[in-house]
């Protein structure tokens, strides 16, 4: 096949993978995703995206060697750094979650989702006050981000600073967190 013969039929995979993902198809999407990535092993956006199909079944372990793959590759990818990190935190991987964390604010400090994913992070250590830290340096960020103000009212419930934790969860819902 040629190059551009290649292209086609990797885009092709591609393509009925990210339909079957619609559907939710999560074993389809990720046999189709693993045909392209036969054809073009450094595509981190296929990397990527098996790995969030494998997260959806809870197949974390192999989700994270697929951010891994894509890493090798595009070590500055902060999306990928945030994925593999909230699939390390979903493994109970916490302190390797973030350090994931951690690499993507050292590329960009200005990136809210990754502050707001070490607060979740923090959380679930129950090191609640770094927590807020990090829901308020990501809402600082980006004032809109209803995760940060949601998570950062959970967390500030559990430290029954119930006025403020009010606050932040009525903000969160009048920015559509459900």
Known sequence: M???EDARVVWGWKEEGDELL????????IE??????DL????????????LALSEL??????????????????????IWNNKGVDLDNAGEHIEA????DIAIDIDPQDAGSWCNKGVTFGQLGWLE????????????????????????VILLKLNRDNEAETALDRAKKLGFS
């Open 40 to 51: 073009f092993p450094r595509d981190r956006d296929l990397w990527n995206i098996k790995g």
């Open 58 to 79: 809870e197949r974390y372990d192999e989700a994270i060697k697929c951010y891994d793959a894509a890493l090798e590759h595009y070590p500055r990818d902060i999306r």
């Open 2 to 4: 040629s190059h551009s």
């Open 130 to 153: 770094e927590a807020i830290e990090c829901f308020e340096t990501a809402i600082d960020i980006n004032s809109n981000l209803a995760s940060a103000w949601h998570n950062k009212g």
């Open 98 to 101: 973030i350090r994931c964390f």
């Open 32 to 37: 189709c995703y693993s045909k392209a990535l």
């Open 22 to 29: 619609e559907r939710e198809d999560f074993e389809g999407a």
